[in-house]
Every structure is written in C-alpha cells, then in structure tokens.
C-alpha cells in the first residue's frame, strides 16, 4: 500500500498563490479532510523581497501501518518568480522513509535544467520552456483574471513522471459572487479525472474536493482553533481491501479460477497469458492460471522498451548491475535466471517489510526495505539488467496475513512479468510464488502513478465471485 494523497493534493494546491501588491510576508494554513477525518494540513507561505516573490508549500499528512507507530509523510514545495511572475526556480522534497527524493530545477536562458535524486548527485538535463508557463505567483495573476470575467486558461505545468511539460485547462465552472465565489474546473492532460476547487475574488483557496478510494477528500482553510486540533492517522490499507466472495483453498489458488468482476469504466483489464478477459453487461469474466499459456495480443510488440531504464527501475547504477552479474549464470535459460533474481530480491528486502513510500529501485537495494512494489521495481530493474524484457504489474491478489494482516481479503499488490519462451510469464518476490489469486489490472514500466491509476473508480471495484475450474477429465 502506498501514500498517493499527496499526489493528488499537489496540483490542487499550486493553483493558489498570492496576489501581486499583497503585504511582504503572508502564511496560510489549511486542514486535509479524508472520510470526515483530519488526517494532513498544508501550510502555504509567500515573501516578497524588492526583486523577487519566494513562495512555499509544506504538505503533511499522518498515517499509520501495520505494526508500525504513526508517522509522517511530507512534501516541501519552494518556488521563486520575479516581480513579474517570470518564472526562477522550483524545487520539491518528498519526505518520505526510505523513499526520499529531491527535484531541482531552473530557469536559464528560456531552457529548464532539472535533476531528479536521491542524493541530486545525478548531471542536470534541459528542455525548452514553453509558452504559459507559470509557477504560483505568475498562476495566481490568471486565476485573477477568471474572478473578472474570463472563462478559460490553459498554461504549462511540469510533468516528472512523463519527464515533459503537460497542458492544463482551466475553466470556469460557477460564479456565485453571493458567497464571492468561483467554482474551477482543472484537466490535466495526463490525468483522465478533472478536478475541481472554489477560489474567492482574491484568488484565496476556499475548497477543493475529490474522491479518493471511494471516498471524499478535502481542502479547506484551516483557522486558529482548526491549527491546535491533533491530526488523525490515516491507515490507508483499510480503505483498498476487497472483500473475496470465498475463502480461496491452495488447491483452488494453484489451479484455475473464474472471476466475476464488477468495475467502472476508467479501468481496462489487460489480457495475458495468465489471465483471459471477457467484458459482458455485469462487468468483467476474468480466468486466471499460472500455466495456461492463454492467447495474447501482440505480445512481442515492443520488447526493446522493457529493457529500458527509467526514473524508477535505474538499470545502470553500478552496484545493482555488479550484483546481477554475480547471480545469474550465463548461458543457462532466462527463466532459470529470473529465479536467481527472484531469490536475490528476496534476500535483499525480507528483513523489514515497509508499506511507507513509494521506492525506487536503487532506493529498495540500498535500504533492504519495502514492500510489494519495491520487490517489483527492483526484480524488474534486475531482469533488464540481465537483458530479459521485464514489465511490472499492478492489481490485487488474495491477502497473506504475514504480510497484509488481513485474511480472505484481496489486497493492492505488485508484480513482475519477464519475456519468456515467446510469452510473458509472472515472477512475485514478495510472495511465495504467482497464483490464480493474482488479478492483473494495470501493466507499466513501474511508474507510481500507474500504481494510482488503478483506484480510479476504485469504489465501484468489486469482486462479486470466485468459482475453480475443474478439468473434465
């Protein structure tokens, strides 16, 4: 299970800044609200000096794991424009354990140097600047300018899970100048679900709302008394359980079983060799085995792409390439090797299962800790080392009280799939092996926004039965 508030809170929140001629120095705070709880606050901070306008964000939210005392989590935003909102520098600390990461960038010669990093010890890379690009200040002047009548902005925002700029539109949904208020729709052009804030006639937040696990999740400004109320720990893993219609026996988990699925819309389920997938008027008929070798399309299509590096499976950092190297033995077949590193990821992080963060893959090796996705991430960064095409895979499988705390239940979880013998076959090294109880329901490169996009109408996301299938014999 993985903190994704913050992801969502983040976009929200850059959207309101202060308004140029404001005094020098302004603070506001305001509550985060999940399921009628407080469980974060952001404190929103802004300096004007004689040539520049330094704005700062600090979100925090509590939450508590399995075993674990309450902690943490937080991320720290610093912006600086000048006096004319042209944009300066941008910088964002996630404070996270074990998955820490810093981001830099800055504005020279109308290019943007940036750096993602742990330890920001990684060479800066640059792209042009596009047109509409603002930081808060220089987006807060545009939201202004839709209190007076305009209906429409669309500017630039940085993407770093794309690694490019993405579009945002704004439009104006409601104006209630009884309440001095103006409802906002956002569409981001990465993010299928718009979003929605007020704002008054400053500018100033007045709510924003989303759902979020099939819940309600809110901003609003927190007042005097609001800031001396105690947070309350959210615990996240009880609200992404699903509930199994049976209890699931080892015979049925190593054979075959149907699933009936009922699921909204933004969720396409993916075919492969492990799990058949037929949508009817009820949802989704779901067959899943580990050995049936079912049809799949285009399976090959590609397979130069899961051998590349990315932000989170970082193929090329010596020390994870030297213990690949030391593992598999050359000349003996890929699936062979996969266990070898199935074995190796294992040994690496089953001392401290931590459900905190969301790690990379260099990150996972370096602390020994994590849970079913850093087993992932650093399977399938192991795999690609190897020069075997690796995919991870998100869903849900049937719960194991070890890890989860929880029993017949279906739990949010992560896998691998390696290019094997011309089809794609599941290794998970957080869990004994790959059964029928895996249901695959995103396939990625191992980004964590593909890890949240799969609670996308997660409250319409059931499981209304499991039967095993027996052959005839």
């Not at 079983?257 to 779901?286: C, M, S």
């Not at 399976?299 to 593992?327: H, I, M, Y």
């Not at 905190?356 to 960064?381: F, I």
Request: net charge neutral; glycine share 6%.
């Amino acid at each position: 299970m993985k903190i994704i508030i913050l992801v969502l809170i983040l976009p929200l929140l850059s959207a309101c800044a202060t308004q140029s001629g404001q005094p020098l120095y302004r603070e506001k705070v305001y509550q985060v609200l999940f399921h009628g709880k407080k469980v974060g606050n952001v404190v929103h901070r802004e300096m004007q000096t004689d040539n520049k306008i330094q704005t700062e964000e600090v979100f925090q939210i509590k939450t508590q794991f399995r075993g674990l005392a309450p902690g943490y989590s937080r991320l720290i935003e610093t912006q600086q424009e000048s006096l004319s909102f042209k944009p300066l520098s941008y910088t964002r600390d996630l404070q996270i354990p074990n998955a820490e990461r810093q981001f830099n960038a800055s504005i020279r010669h109308n290019l943007w140097y940036w750096r993602e990093s742990p330890d920001m010890s990684i060479p800066e890379e640059s792209t042009s600047l596009p047109a509409h690009f603002y930081l808060a200040a220089g987006l807060r002047a545009q939201l202004e300018k839709m209190t007076k009548g305009q209906e429409h902005v669309e500017y630039q925002r940085w993407n770093q899970e794309q690694k490019r700029f993405e579009r945002v539109v704004l439009q104006l949904e409601l104006a209630d100048t009884t309440r001095n208020a103006w409802k906002i729709r956002q569409q981001r052009e990465f993010v299928s679900a718009p979003t929605f804030f007020w704002i008054d006639s400053a500018g100033e937040l007045l709510e924003s709302e989303l759902e979020f696990l099939g819940y309600e999740l809110k901003i609003l400004p927190c007042d005097v008394d609001c800031q001396n109320q105690p947070l309350e720990a959210l615990r996240p893993l009880d609200y992404q359980m699903l509930a199994s219609p049976y209890q699931l026996t080892p015979s049925a988990l190593g054979g075959r079983i149907r699933y009936q699925l009922l699921a909204g819309n933004k969720l396409q389920i993916p075919a492969t060799a492990e799990q058949k997938v037929k949508r009817n008027d009820n949802g989704w008929i779901l067959e899943i085995c580990k050995e049936c070798k079912f049809p799949e399309t285009q399976p090959d299509v590609g397979l130069k792409d899961f051998l590349q590096p990315n932000r989170w499976l970082e193929t090329r950092d010596p020390v994870l390439v030297n213990a690949v190297k030391k593992k598999i033995v050359s000349g003996d077949s890929d699936e062979k090797n996969m266990n070898r590193l199935v074995a190796l990821t294992r040994h690496r992080l089953q001392n401290d299962v931590q459900f905190q963060g969301y790690a990379t893959a260099s990150q996972a090796y370096h602390n020994g800790k994590g849970d079913c996705t850093e087993y992932a991430v650093l399977l399938a960064t192991f795999g690609r080392i190897a020069n075997i095409p690796t995919r991870v895979v998100f869903g849900f499988s049937y719960s194991r009280e070890s890890f989860h705390g929880k029993r017949h239940q279906f739990a949010p979880h992560a896998w691998v799939q390696a290019w094997i013998d011309g089809r794609w076959k599941s290794f998970d090294a957080a869990f004994e092996n790959f059964d029928s109880g895996h249901i695959a329901l995103v396939i990625s490169h191992g980004a964590q926004q593909d890890f949240a996009s799969m609670f996308n109408d997660f409250e319409k996301l059931k499981i209304l039965s499991a039967q095993q299938l027996v052959s005839k014999k």
